[in-house]
Structures are given as structure tokens and as C-alpha cells.
């Protein structure tokens, strides 16, 4: 009776064991050299954005954004580089974590052409895997992550170096953003 009690008392615990165990959630990890995750999100428009979309037609920018002041100082930078690579095949996608009436009035104060989007509940952050603001993510024709560059740098060093990154991943000649965004403001200042 006791071996039998005690073969019991094991299959007990071996149930509870098993069955206390964790669900393991694959957590798919975005890194330089991996794949961008699946994405989508709606522009402000309502006009759906696929990433794989985008990405199956050339390289993609995607900025994860806000509207402080050094995310500010730093469009100017990012516009830059939308537009100095764009007819070479970028597409910038800019997404902020602004309320939806608040990002319309300042992308029409700044003249922004690049797309953009709305995320005021931080999906797209959770989906890139990261809490940085800002985080920009380039990604190579067919969707593969060719650099990731987080945190806000006002003074274009941060835009300058991915800069260099667009370029190469276009096939194109570099164009120095920091030096176009400063002669840009020398000129508006005269």
C-alpha cells in the first residue's frame, strides 16, 4: 500500500511540475541582420502602410518619433536624407507618438514629404522591440535590417552616420546631410 501511495504522491508532483511550467512565447528579437518584423499601420489618411510592402521595392527608413524639441532639431536631418535618396529608392517612413491633430499641424508647418503615421498607443515600438525615442530602423530591399540607430541626436551626427548607411544600401553616392541641413539654415538666416 505504501509503494503504491508513494507512486501516487510521484505522478502528483510530476503532473504539477509539468503543468506549472511557463508557456514559452517566442519573442522575435529585431537586430542588424534579421529580418523587420511584419508591420502595418495606417498614414494619416487612413491609406493601410505595409512594411513588406515598401520594403519589396527598395530600401525603407522607418523613425520611430516624437515631437520634442530634439526630435525636431533632428526632421530637418531626416528630411534630408528622404530626400537626397529618394530617387534612388528610399522610402522614409516617419511614425510619432502624437496625438493625430497634433502631428497634422506640425507636418504641415514642417513641409514634411516623407510618409507618416500616427502611433499614439506605442504599438510600432513594441513591435520593433525597443523603448527608445527616437529609433531609426533602415532595411534593405527585401526586408532585411541593415542598421538600427536609437536616440536623438539634435545636431545631425546620428543623420550623418545612417546617412553614409543609406547611401551604401542604395548603391549611390553619400550625400553630406549635417553640411546640407547647416547651409540650408546659413541661407534662410541672410
Given at each position: ?8 504522491v ?13 508557456a ?18 495606417k ?38 536624407i ?12 516617419a511614425?510619432?507618438?502624437?496625438p ?13 514629404s ?5 502611433d ?20 534593405e ?6 542598421a ?17 548607411k543609406?547611401a ?9 546631410v ?7 539654415k ?5
Amino acid at each position: 500500500m505504501k509503494r503504491f501511495l508513494s507512486l501516487i504522491v510521484s505522478l502528483c508532483v510530476v503532473v504539477v511540475v509539468i503543468g506549472d511550467e511557463p508557456a514559452k512565447v517566442a519573442v522575435k528579437k529585431v537586430e542588424i541582420g534579421g529580418l523587420a518584423p511584419d508591420f502595418k499601420i495606417k498614414d494619416a489618411a487612413g491609406k493601410e502602410i505595409n512594411l513588406a510592402d515598401l520594403t519589396s521595392k527598395g530600401a525603407v527608413l522607418v523613425r520611430l518619433t516624437c515631437g520634442c524639441s530634439g526630435c525636431d532639431q533632428e526632421l530637418a536631418y531626416f528630411q534630408a536624407i528622404h530626400d537626397a535618396y529618394k530617387e534612388s529608392g528610399l522610402t522614409s517612413l516617419a511614425i510619432f507618438k502624437e496625438p493625430d491633430a497634433k502631428v497634422a499641424t506640425y507636418a504641415k508647418a514642417k513641409n514634411i514629404s516623407m510618409l507618416y503615421a500616427v502611433d499614439t498607443k506605442g504599438e510600432s515600438w513594441k513591435i520593433f522591440d525597443t523603448k527608445t525615442m527616437p529609433t531609426n530602423f533602415l532595411i534593405e530591399k527585401g526586408g532585411k535590417i541593415v542598421a538600427i540607430a536609437p536616440g536623438c541626436d539634435p545636431s545631425g551626427l546620428v543623420a550623418k552616420k545612417l546617412s553614409e548607411k543609406v547611401a551604401k544600401t542604395v548603391n549611390t553616392e553619400n550625400i553630406d546631410v549635417k553640411k546640407k541641413v547647416e547651409d540650408s539654415k546659413k541661407k534662410s538666416v541672410k
